[in-house]
């Protein structure tokens, strides 16, 4: 169980440039998630999928944001056209059944800064 | 909707001394998960406990304790005999039983224990 990993771990980048990050979860897991954290705050829900099927996003999620789970296993993140409001922190988790309940387990986060 | 109210922002013990973190939740569903994570200043969040609505046992983990209430809707973690390395911000959450079972987290509350 090597845990859940998230690339890049930093990205600065300039307004109005794409980008993208990834995330790679427990290999036995089947849901993913992604959340966002601002300073001082709790993270907040973004969107989560079931294998390959993304069955849930949050009204956070504007369209500028876009997600993909292919083949069920890792999942990208793209922000487009970013804007100095999506510096954050954004967080992925995976997780199992675990008989009665939907146990998470968070990566590392991708720290993003918008110049 | 769910609610999850950390009224602590920030708490400065001095190692050794006992600690609880409170939390106040709000949910109209019957069946719910709570948790409590830490996030230390690496960033990556740590699963310390989940428990059930239908389970208001006290748990015992080491130096860790939590007080789950559903009279007051209170689900309380104390530390006992703080160390350095509590140092961190420790985050509430909810979940509730079926579809996402997205984590609804509270603001955190930031622990220093100063040597």
């Known amino acids: 169980d090597t845990g859940v990993s998230q690339d890049p771990r930093h990205k600065i980048t300039k307004r109005g440039q794409n980008v993208t990050f990834r995330c790679d979860p427990i290999?036995?897991?089947?849901?993913l998630y992604w959340y966002r954290q601002t300073l001082g705050q709790g993270p907040e829900f973004l969107t989560y999928?079931?294998?390959?099927?993304?069955?849930?996003k949050s009204r956070l999620l504007s369209d500028r944001f876009s997600a993909e789970r292919p083949k069920g296993s890792f999942s990208t993140l793209e922000i487009q056209r970013t804007e100095q409001g999506d510096s954050a922190m954004y967080l992925c988790a995976s997780s199992l059944w675990r008989g009665d309940s939907y146990e998470q387990y968070f990566g590392p986060g991708t720290r993003l800064t918008v110049t | 909707a769910q609610k999850v109210t950390q009224a602590q922002t920030e708490i400065s013990v001095v190692e050794k001394e006992d600690v609880t973190l409170d939390c106040v939740y709000e949910t109209r569903d019957t069946t719910y998960y709570l948790f409590w994570y830490k996030q230390p200043p690496s960033g990556e969040l740590v699963f310390l406990i989940r428990r059930n609505s239908f389970d208001e046992q006290n748990e015992i983990s080491g130096r860790y304790s939590w007080n789950f209430q559903k009279s007051t809707s209170s689900f309380n973690f104390t530390i006992t005999a703080s160390q350095v390395v509590d140092s961190a911000v420790y985050f509430c959450?909810?979940?509730?039983?079926?579809?996402?079972?997205?984590?609804?987290f509270g603001k955190g509350t930031k622990l220093t224990v100063n040597p």
């Open positions: 999928f079931q294998n390959e099927a993304q069955l849930e």
């Open positions: 290999s036995e897991h089947n849901r």
């Open positions: 959450a909810l979940s509730v039983r079926g579809g996402s079972e997205k984590l609804v």
